[in-house]
Nanobody
């Protein structure tokens, strides 16, 4: 059974930092696209960042470019999201997502939540001004 377990969310003041973690279990280590999305109640999920586990190629949403960094530790089956210079508008539930084995990250479809097969339960990030 595939599981994605997020952690690291919390409350922080504007300008602060948080690091989210996503531990994957229950599937093969075949390369795939892993991503972080975020969602505010009543709105669609927004693609934040994604990484292709094969060669560490990364992609970022415009709103987080230069502030957030996605990375992985393949030995630990873990993907991270380092979030710096946080803003109140970064407040959201953050979700980890994974595609089926072999799916890549470079297509525009990879920014769409429907591209992903597996999802975690989410971790809340709250940034106060």
């Amino acid at each position: 059974q595939v599981q994605l377990l997020e952690s690291g969310g919390g409350s922080v003041q504007a300008g602060g930092s948080l690091r989210l973690s996503c531990v994957a279990s229950g599937y093969t280590n075949a390369d795939r696209c892993m991503a972080w999305f975020r969602q505010i109640p009543g709105q669609e999920r927004e693609a934040v960042a994604r990484i292709y586990t094969g060669v560490d190629t990364t992609y970022y949403g415009d709103s987080v470019q230069g502030r957030f960094t996605i990375s992985q530790d393949k030995a630990k089956n873990t993907v991270y999201l380092q979030m710096n210079s946080l803003k109140p508008e970064d407040t959201a539930m953050y979700y980890c997502a994974a595609t089926s084995p072999g799916d890549v990250c470079f297509s525009a479809r990879a920014a769409d939540s429907t591209y992903y097969r597996y999802w975690g339960q989410g971790t809340q990030v709250t940034v106060s001004s």
